[in-house]
């Protein structure tokens, strides 16, 4: 009688918690919505010059920059992956066209979050309720399935949805490539460009290990994480055509 009890009240519990895919659809809405299906932006990051462009379901990402041999362009698009040197296409192993495009794409996904988190491969799990800095949040996980979550299907994130405002306001993430590691990253300067609301971040070092990812934010609260960098979208503007 008690294990029923005890069932009957999990499911209960579960029950009453809200649901993580419907706050990220509401999260998604409040930074741009159906402004995202289609728009053609443009910005600098570390030096490099980024054009991302979606029209409905197609993308085209663009990176490019200047080396002693001339002008570099990668571009992404729903076909695959395509280096041009000088405007003239660039034969590349797999491992090396698998690693240039991963690199243009993670750059593009944190650029346009939260609009990534609606594909397929994202699995998601709310983990509760948590204040940062006097502000309340929705606390959920996300992971991704292995077909469609990309090279980098293991990575773990948390986010932070503030529960009044609907915006994504911190994230936290766990990653295998270069030995592995966790990061944490605060939002700020947000503005709205061609309709989708953007945003830079402080990025810090997670501190444990994968399974302290959770506890980063309390980590932040309590001064204990170090900056590492920014991740700043310079000069972001629409491109017109």
């Known amino acids: 009688m008690n294990r029923v009890f005890l069932v009957l009240l999990a499911g209960l519990l579960t029950a009453c918690q809200p649901d993580p895919k419907a706050i990220i659809e509401q999260v998604i809405r409040t930074h741009g919505g159906s402004a995202y299906q289609k728009f053609a932006i443009e910005f600098n990051f570390r030096g490099t010059h980024f054009v991302l462009e979606r029209n409905r379901g197609r993308f085209r990402y663009q990176r490019q920059l200047r080396d002693s041999t001339g002008v570099i362009t990668d571009l992404l698009t729903n076909e695959g992956f395509q280096r041009l040197r000088d405007g003239q296409p660039t034969p590349l192993s797999p491992a090396d066209s698998a690693r240039l495009a ?7 996904y944190f650029a346009l979050l939260p609009f990534p988190l609606s594909d397929p491969a994202v699995r998601s799990r709310y983990l509760g309720r948590e204040d940062i800095r006097g502000e309340p949040y929705h606390k959920i996980e996300v992971r991704f399935t292995a077909e469609g979550g990309g090279k980098d ?3 773990v994130f948390i986010y932070w949805f503030h ?16 030995r592995g590691g966790m990061r944490f990253r605060e939002a700020y300067h947000p ?9 830079d971040y402080r990025n810090y070092r997670g501190q444990g290990d994968a399974a302290a990812l959770s506890e980063q934010a309390a980590l932040f609260r309590k001064g204990k994480l170090e900056k590492v960098s920014e991740i700043i979208l310079d000069s972001l503007q629409a491109v017109h055509p």
């Open 191 to 199: 503005r709205v460009v061609a309709g989708i609301r953007f945003q």
């Open 102 to 108: 991963n690199s243009v794409n993670s750059v593009a």
């Open 163 to 178: 529960r009044e405002k609907h915006t994504l306001d911190y994230l936290a993430y766990s990653f295998q490539v270069n």
């Open 153 to 155: 299907h293991d990575d």
